[in-house]
């Protein structure tokens, strides 16, 4: 009768355990998911940023027209890959696209501004003035968001891999969460500069 009693306190001690660590990897997986959800907010507001900052362009860019549809078209893939990456933040590939696809919006809102430095009144332009800061701005959060994206990923990937936590995951089905890093192109990884 003892050893029944000892067995099933050895029993209970062990589900106990699995369901703190069970518990622990769900919290690792939501903060990062809620970190996500921070980058989500200020790419928003980028993306919406973007249509007014061209259109202001367009009057004064006239000549410019493809790089400016570059800028649009790139928009709405970055803003799609966002939605994607914003159901699930855990899919490795859509973190990877959404990397891809900000790049090259980076890369083309930066044409942009290249290119805009040979229209002296649309630098003194207000409104254009207004939507830089308010881009340069939206950037840096961005930034911090990301940097708090990764650092929340990091410490999900280290409690799933580490023992005890990698013998939950693995039977639970946590899969790793997919690190937000720029892409491998130079000209991608400039910042995008915003000079007026």
Not at 83 to 105: H, K, N, W
Not at 123 to 147: P, S, Y
Not at 160 to 165: A, L, R, T
């Amino acid at each position: 009768m003892l050893a029944l009693i000892v067995l099933l306190v050895i029993i209970a001690m062990i589900v106990f355990w699995v369901i703190g660590v069970y518990n622990r990897l769900v919290s690792l997986r939501n903060r990062f998911k809620n970190a996500f959800s921070q980058i989500d907010v200020q790419l928003k507001r980028r993306y919406d940023l973007i249509p007014n900052l061209v259109e202001v362009a367009k009057g004064y860019m006239k000549h410019e027209r493809e790089t400016l549809e570059a800028v649009i078209a790139a928009r709405n893939q970055a803003l799609t890959a966002n939605t994607r990456v914003a159901t699930d933040p855990s899919d490795a590939a859509a973190v990877q696209q959404l990397a891809a696809a900000e790049g090259t919006l980076t890369s083309s809102l930066g044409k942009m501004f290249a290119l805009s430095e040979s229209y002296p009144d649309l630098k003194a332009n207000e409104n254009m003035v207004q939507l830089t800061e308010e881009l340069t701005a939206t950037e840096n959060k961005i930034a911090f968001a990301r940097q708090a994206y990764n650092d929340s990923v990091m410490q999900y990937n280290t409690g799933i891999e580490q023992f005890p936590g990698s013998l939950i995951a693995n039977n639970f089905g946590f899969k790793a969460g997919e690190l937000l890093q720029a892409t491998e192109s130079a000209e991608e990884r400039k910042a995008v500069k915003v000079s007026f």
